[in-house]
Nanobody
Framework: VQLQASGGGLVQAGGSLRLSCALSRVSITSYPMGWYRQGQGKQRELVATIDTDGNIIYTDSVKGRFTVSRDFAENMLYLQMNSLKPEDTDVYYC?????????WGQGTLVTVSS
């Protein structure tokens, strides 16, 4: 299993970004997936998860602003981030969880300026 996250960058507060996670060697519908983020000196925290049926759970701080979606044809997972705030500045990771282990992409940096 390989995950490749991309789409991070520098954006002003109130702006938007869309993160992408390309999944290889396994179908995007096979296992639960998620987006996490980690700031410098902080623990990695959950942003949102999506199960194999497409049910999504968002952490409270991003509800109403972030949206997770999947592209079955391209085998991609997305995180649309709107109304970005400086506190959303972090490295964002996509994640896939099997019964045996979790797989992580390499992370993509999102920086939100005030």
């Amino acid at each position: 299993v390989q995950l490749q996250a991309s789409g991070g960058g520098l954006v002003q507060a109130g702006g938007s970004l869309r993160l992408s996670c390309a999944l290889s060697r396994v179908s995007i519908t096979s296992y639960p997936m998620g987006w996490y983020r980690q700031g410098q000196g902080k623990q990695r925290e959950l942003v949102a998860t999506i199960d194999t049926d497409g049910n999504i759970i968002y952490t409270d701080s991003v509800k109403g602003r972030f949206t997770v979606s999947r592209d079955f044809a391209e085998n991609m997972l997305y995180l649309q981030m709107n109304s970005l705030k400086p506190e959303d500045t972090d490295v964002y990771y996509c994640n896939l969880r099997t019964v045996l282990r979790a797989y992580w992409g390499q992370g993509t940096l999102v920086t939100v300026s005030s």
